[in-house]
């Protein structure tokens, strides 16, 4: 048994379907389902049950599943260290961050990175969700976060700062009931809807920053954003109305196993100086009240 092929059985077994598994690995689904047939054939037994839903495990599978994630984990972590022995400014480096903090933030200084390193092959990971640094998915990322995972290092470059914002035209619609634009997430009535708007209604509910600044830029209602997006907006006006701090941050993070890499280091430090550069954005210093 080799890990390429504990590769398939680890990606099938959490996908739960061979087009699934494909997707992860990068490959056709037939490609998975014959590498999980001669792993059975060489095993002698039978690792899935093949159900009209998908792939389920066998007891066998079941029983072979902590030796794989163990398996998983030796390499992953075989390969963050020979990475991270590379002390050359030249190779792969994957950075991740959210489109938001991509498109705001960092695309628009990353000219002077490529000029400076050209032999860095970089790749831009734009992703809503968090991208698994322990895996390797990327090697240094951009979050905003409270508190990141303590396998991480790295620094909270700049405490993050919001606002309430509205439309100009929502705004000059004078006195009506008040609408309001909040996370999907939010079960509960956030704070500053308590104190500010009480008696409005839900217009929206989203999942992603950006879908949120269309919506308030097309008069659905009110909404609570960072102003580092809100405030670059024309159209959009903070609201004079006071809000608790948030305990969020801008965070630039990569694992510990890679603090010794040359490029990781150069971009971590090009990452902290752009994001220092912006602290007016940041911390709402530029905005316009209404």
């Known amino acids: ?39 059975e054939g060489m095993l002698g037994s039978r690792l899935f049950d093949r159900m009209p839903s998908g792939y389920a495990l066998t007891q066998v599978g079941e029983n072979l599943m902590p030796h794989a994630v163990g398996m998983e984990e030796l390499m992953n972590a075989a390969d963050r260290e020979v990475f991270g022995m590379d002390a050359q400014l030249r190779g792969s480096l994957k950075l991740a961050a959210s489109y938001d903090v991509l498109n705001r933030l960092i695309t628009p200084k ?14 831009l990971i734009s992703s809503t969700d968090l991208i698994d640094l322990n895996s390797r998915q990327a090697d240094i990322a951009v979050r905003l976060s409270p508190k990141p995972p303590e396998y991480l290092i790295g620094k909270e470059v700049l ?34 809807l308590q ?33 580092y997006v809100a405030d670059a907006e024309p ?25 010794s890499t040359a ?19 940041i911390l709402g210093n530029n905005s316009v009240y209404s």
């Open 235 to 259: 159209g959009l006006r903070r609201l004079d109305l006071p809000l608790t701090p948030s305990n969020w941050g801008v965070w630039v993070l990569s694992h510990a196993d890679l603090r």
């Open 1 to 39: 048994m080799n890990w390429d092929d504990l590769r398939f059985f680890l990606a099938l077994a959490r996908e739960g379907t061979v087009s699934g598994a494909g997707r992860v690995l990068s490959v056709k689904h037939t490609t998975v389902a014959r590498r999980i047939s001669a792993l």
């Open 159 to 192: 405490p993050l700062k919001h606002g309430i914002y509205a439309s100009e035209s929502y705004l000059k619609q004078g006195q009506r009931k008040n609408t309001v634009v909040l996370w999907r997430h939010e079960k509960e009535v956030p704070e500053w």
């Open 263 to 281: 490029r990781v280091r150069a971009c971590r430090d090009f990452l902290i100086d752009v994001i220092e550069q912006q602290r007016d954005l």
């Open 195 to 227: 104190d500010h708007f009480p008696d409005s209604a839900v217009a929206l509910r989203v999942s992603e920053i950006m879908t949120m600044v269309e919506a308030v830029k097309n008069g659905l209602g009110v909404a609570r954003m960072p102003c």
């Open 110 to 123: 990353l000219p002077l990175f490529v000029n400076k390193y050209p032999e860095i092959d970089l790749e």
